[in-house]
């Protein structure tokens, strides 16, 4: 009996197959619980985690073989999974925990709980959303009136109304041009009327992206006119921890927009 109540107070190993799970469990779980991450956490491009601890980890891409290689408690994994993967962990009785994207800090605070008590750690959850919602109201300190922005990405694409990044922008003293435009939720702006219309702030995800925008002669000209500025792609994919960073930068650039 003893070992059989050791056995059920023992945390779960715990495969992640999304990037923005692995950012949480880093901060919720025990390194020895977390059997697997995701291998877009191995990617300098695409991590929202320090590389040199997200190698620590083994990764996988999410095949069914991959990841009950690894004998999970459980898996934790984003709205999308092979159904393959699915039948797999079925047939071997591992239980799959689902999240959507998070489309609000709200939502995002409700995942950090939810993986933190799936873990087996709830009070690291609650630690984590104090620290995001400490980020947040330092971010709101950012003084001056609000600044029009817009967060462009490669291609055009533009995060507008509804998504995690405009109440990001908001509550760190920006107004998401995204509406002003007419643009629906994602949606692509073109050129000629970011340039008709241009917002004070243009944040640019990735040094192609950037390079880009920045190479064309209309917005070289405009260059008086417009600060243009890096926002690195790994802050526009999660939420979790990565809302502090992210907040962290836009205040700072709010800071330095009052300044000029």
């Given amino acids: 009996m003893a070992c059989a109540g050791s056995a059920r107070a023992r945390p779960p190993r715990i495969v ?4 923005c799970v692995d950012a949480v469990l880093m901060r919720v779980a025990d390194p020895g619980q977390i059997a697997g991450i995701s291998h877009y956490s191995q990617d300098p491009a695409a991590s929202s985690i320090p590389l040199d601890l997200a190698r620590r980890f083994k990764a996988t891409s999410g095949t069914a073989e991959e990841v009950v290689a690894l004998a999970p408690d459980m898996v934790i994994a984003g709205p999308h999974v092979a159904p393959a993967t699915i039948q797999a962990l079925r047939r071997m009785r591992i239980p799959l925990i689902q999240f959507s994207v998070a489309e609000g800090i709200s939502e995002s605070e409700a995942q950090i709980r939810a993986i933190a008590a799936a873990a087996g750690h709830p009070e690291r959850g609650e630690r984590l959303s104090a620290a995001i919602e400490a980020a947040i109201g330092a971010a709101r300190r950012a003084q001056g009136p609000d600044v029009p922005a817009l967060i462009w990405q490669g291609g055009g694409l533009v995060p507008g109304s509804g ?4 109440e990001l922008l908001r509550v760190s003293g920006f107004i998401n041009m995204s509406a002003a435009y007419g643009l629906k939720k994602w949606d692509v702006l073109p050129l000629e009327h970011l340039v008709a219309r241009p917002p004070e702030l243009l944040l640019t995800t ?6 880009r925008m920045l190479s064309h002669p209309v917005l070289r000209r405009m260059s008086g006119r417009i600060a243009i500025r890096d926002y690195p792609p790994r802050l526009l994919h999660c939420g979790g921890p990565t809302i502090i960073e992210a907040v962290t930068r836009l205040a700072a650039l709010r800071r330095e927009l009052a300044r000029r």
């Fill in 16 to 19: 992640s197959i999304n990037p």
């Fill in 163 to 166: 998504t995690l990044a405009d």
């Fill in 206 to 211: 990735g040094a192609e992206a950037r390079d």
